[in-house]
């Protein structure tokens, strides 16, 4: 921290504490630093991990598995959950860090008045009481009141989500005026400020409390826990009756408790936690690819869930800069509107009347008001050469770059577009006095020296200081016809500013003086513009059934204005039976109660840290799977809460990023509907495997149950229903985790978050695809049994042909190039079952023979069931818009793929 003057030279401020109250008073309420945690042994975080439900029957299955001499099915399913638990813990881990990164935020140093002397002592030892001295660049170590104070200005963003630094006064009305927070910077003034909290009770200390919540398990861990308990008591079920019908029929009890355990093996997927994690790895991959980083695997299914997306606005749904976009000049019996084009601080851009360029005395009177606003003005542009990279390596859009105060920077830059640059400007207008702003006179004046020689009085400020007879020599009519079109830009979110001027021949005694009789130049209407793909993001999620909100801590009428103009508001701003509200709430609302139901809500402006996790946990508790993105400290803990947190990786903070599962290195919120697109992918993919590998393990404990009935006295063997299960469940299944989404994922509605894993029809659609491959299976093997030929290895290849036509025909494109993995495990598939017909060390294993050719033709023609089975399913899913059967959104078709 660079040494600063005193906060006002000549202005009496507070002596601040002595040495022994400070001392006194550090023993008292402790240092000034964010509580730590108390750390979870490594142990107990691995043991949490271990009682997953799906993690302890994948511990049984490899009890089983080891049981029954299938040690290679023990060592992968081991891995699997070696993997899954090193990935909870690491996860556990990372969000400890999120405290960790908001420590970092406090100063280093500060400076305070110990006993009437200004000294530089370390952020911790700030006690309540001190009294800060406070300069430009400083980091506020603490919440503070205000006691003097100069042209202060103080950037929020990071707390708040103010879109612009906010002015500071000890001597305003608004108390939030006269206070400042830990963690905000000063950008312009000087201060002094009396302490009033530090540590765990400061504004960084309660958001680091809200950091400390625990995190829930996603939708995806939800269901799939869920699916466990139903698998596990399913299978243990149908084995005892196996196991019991096989004693019945006088079956030696060592063999039927083989085919017991081994049909509780076959009946548990057990490959489903590397069919997820490699769907989730594959997601994280191509979403990497375009911009978006998961931190943790999980969010990648989850974003697929979700159904509704709480977004921030100042650099999400906007550029995060403030721009120039519409002059209002004086002259003529209506004035005249011009637009300027052209975003960021860039000179590229023109001004345009009614769409076209304006007549000279048009331009020439925006050209004026531009001027003086360039000239009245401590803000200076820095250009691209000097800018610094983004975090994919390519400068920020235009590359310009602001410093001071951004309002001022934006009219800099829109006078370069009106011709008019302040570097040409400033040599022949030189500064020769100013009146700084003050955040009660809410104006700032300057006097230069005109070429002419005369001195030329420049002002600019808020409409109500400005436009009044005692400081412009104009008619009452120009001025009540100027004050309705403040009010209307105003009325639109837009920032205003009045701007005057005028040609003294001398310069005043007293630079005040020269604010009177001056000549209105027009209005400036400034905004933080949306983003060019965001309101095509927007419709986006609706189309996708995902609901947006809009959660900020900038001015209502500005939330409001940015909502409209992207589609969160207006006609058609909700989905399918939304009873959406139009209102725009604020946070003194929600604090006092005044709205019952928070999801009916769409718009919030003025929100605290606490207030935006309460949205997002009102959202989950009536049953939403909720996505929150953010920059900023005041996201962190809502970022923690939601389902999925989204944090920006360009302009987010680092507690942001801590607090985030995904972070987007381009700042676009398009990349997230990019990155549930994926998500849906991940999901699909899961549930085709469940409808591949249950439909199977169904086939193969039917088989088991039903061929002695039709005089096939044992079916299977041990042996023979593990090799099966190695053979569809290894290599074919994990492949599926690989298919391509599909075209009309983003053209449905998310799956209703209650949904079981095996809802939506998909548990009827097992049931159907098992009793198909159980009547083709049992039917070739009584055909070749009819024939004379040994049956027992004919239904063994028919079950498998069967389950591998199944695994083709529930492709959704079958000829698609973008996932060669699974036609190629289906080929290893058929060589390996091969193998176990004709390698003499694999027949004597598994008790197979070489089949005849009749056997042959029978398991082909149940492969060729099987996959025509499987292939009317898809397509009766597909005809109603989804792969497992629900409604769909109508959109208009994309255009063929380049894969068919």
């Not at 953010?630 to 923690?640: E, I, K, Q, S, T």
């Not at 801590?658 to 992918?681: F, H, I, M, Y």
């Amino acid at each position: 921290m660079t040494a600063q003057p005193a906060p006002a030279p000549g202005i009496a401020h507070p002596a601040g504490l002595t040495e022994d109250q400070a001392a006194r008073r550090l023993a008292e309420r402790g240092p000034n630093e964010l509580g730590a945690q108390r750390r979870i042994p490594l142990r107990s975080r691995i043991g949490a991990q271990l009682r997953d439900p799906m993690i302890v029957i994948l511990l049984a299955a490899v009890v089983l598995t080891v049981a029954t001499g299938d040690h290679a099915d023990a060592v992968v399913i081991a891995l699997v959950i070696v993997a899954n638990t090193a990935v909870g813990v690491a996860q556990e881990v990372r969000a400890d860090n999120a405290v960790a990164a908001l420590s970092a935020m406090t100063a280093p140093t500060a400076r305070v008045l110990r006993g009437g002397t200004e000294r530089e002592v370390a952020s911790a030892a700030v006690v309540p009481g001190d009294a800060l001295v406070l300069g430009e660049g400083d980091i506020v170590p603490a919440d503070a009141a205000l006691a003097e104070s100069s042209a202060l200005l103080v950037d929020e963003s990071a707390l708040t989500g103010e879109s612009v630094p906010v002015d500071k006064d000890a001597r305003a009305d608004d108390p939030d005026a006269a206070r400042l927070q830990a963690g905000t910077v000063v950008v312009r003034g000087r201060a002094v400020a009396t302490v009033t909290a530090t540590g765990p009770h400061s504004a960084l200390g309660r958001i680091a409390a809200l950091l400390h919540s625990h995190p829930e398990p996603t939708p995806l861990q939800r269901r799939l826990a869920g699916l466990g308990r139903v698998l596990a008591l399913v299978a243990v079920g149908l084995c005892l009756i196996v196991f019991a019908l096989g004693l019945a029929r006088g079956q030696s009890p060592q063999i039927m408790a083989v085919i017991a355990v081994s049909l509780a093996v076959a009946a548990v997927p057990e490959s489903l936690p590397a069919v997820v994690t490699l769907g989730l790895a594959l997601g994280a991959r191509r979403m990497a690819a375009r911009h978006a980083l998961v931190r943790r695997l999980s969010a990648v299914e989850t974003l697929g869930s979700v159904t509704m997306l709480a977004t921030d606005k100042t650099g999400t749904l906007t550029e995060g800069r403030m721009v120039v976009e519409r002059v209002w000049t004086a002259g003529g019996t209506a004035g005249t509107t011009a637009a300027l084009t052209g975003s960021g601080y860039g000179p590229a851009g023109e001004v345009l009347v009614a769409g076209g360029p304006p007549d000279p005395d048009t331009l020439r009177a925006v050209q004026d008001l531009l001027t003086a606003a360039a000239l009245c003005n401590d803000a200076s542009l820095r250009p691209p050469e000097n800018s610094t990279k983004g975090a994919d390596g390519t400068d920020g859009t235009d590359g310009w770059t602001a410093l001071g105060d951004p309002t001022e920077a934006a009219l800099l830059a829109a006078a370069v577009k009106a011709g008019r640059g302040r570097d040409e400007l400033l040599p022949a207008h030189p500064r020769i006095g100013e009146v700084p702003f003050d955040s009660l006179r809410k104006r700032m004046t300057t006097l230069h020296r005109a070429p002419s020689g005369q001195v030329e009085v420049c002002l600019k400020g808020a409409p109500e200081a400005v436009l009044d007879g005692a400081t412009l020599d104009e008619s009452p009519d120009l001025l009540e016809r100027a004050r309705k079109e403040a009010a209307a830009l105003a009325a639109e979110g837009f920032r205003v500013l009045a701007v005057a001027s005028a040609l003294r021949a001398d310069l005043p005694a007293r630079y005040e003086d020269a604010e009177t009789g001056l000549r209105l130049l027009g209005l400036v209407a400034i905004s933080d513009p949306p983003k060019e793909a965001a309101e095509a993001t927007i419709t986006a999620c609706r189309l996708a059934g995902i609901t947006p909100v809009l959660i900020t801590g900038d001015h209502p009428a500005t939330a409001r204005a940015i909502a409209t103009r992207v589609g969160i508001l207006g006609p058609g701003n909700g989905v399918s039976g939304d009873t959406a509200s139009d209102e725009v709430v604020t946070g003194r609302k929600l604090a006092a109660g005044e709205v019952p139901d928070l999801t009916r809500v769409r718009v919030f402006a003025r929100t605290t840290p606490q207030q935006k996790l309460d949205i997002v946990q009102a959202w989950r508790a009536g049953g939403a799977v909720t996505a929150m993105t953010g920059d900023g400290v005041n996201d962190g803990p809502a970022l923690r809460q939601a389902d999925i947190g989204v944090a920006m990786g360009r302009r987010g903070t680092e507690v942001a990023r801590q607090a985030a599962d995904l972070v987007l290195a381009d700042d676009e919120l398009s990349t997230v509907v990019t990155a549930v697109e994926e998500g849906r992918r991940v999901y699909d993919n899961i549930r085709r495997f469940l409808l591949y590998a249950l439909a199977g393990g169904v086939a193969e404990i039917l088989v088991m149950l039903l061929g002695p009935l039709f005089g096939l006295a044992l079916p299977l063997r041990a042996g023979q229903i593990l090799w099966i299960n190695l053979l569809t469940h290894g290599l074919t299944g994990v492949a599926m985790g690989a298919e391509p989404v599909s075209r009309h994922a983003m053209r449905r509605p998310p799956r209703p978050p209650g949904q079981h894993v095996l809802g939506g029809g998909l548990w009827q659609r097992i049931l159907r695809l098992g009793t198909v491959v159980t009547g083709t299976s049992l039917a070739a093997g009584l055909w070749v049994r009819h024939t004379g030929q040994p049956w027992q290895t004919t239904l063994f290849l028919a079950l498998l042909a069967a389950q591998l036509g199944v695994v083709l025909g529930l492709r959704e494109r079958l000829l698609t190039r973008e996932n060669p993995f699974l036609p190629w495990a289906v080929l290893a598939a058929v060589g390996l079952g091969g193998a176990a017909l004709y390698v003499p060390f694999l027949r004597a294993v598994l008790e197979t023979s070489p089949p005849s050719w009749p056997g042959l033709v029978a398991a082909l023609a149940a492969g060729l069931t099987g996959f025509g089975t499987a292939r009317a399913e898809s397509r009766s899913t597909r005809a109603v818009g989804r792969p497992d059967g629900a409604r769909t959104v109508t959109v208009p078709t994309p255009g063929p793929t380049s894969d068919e």
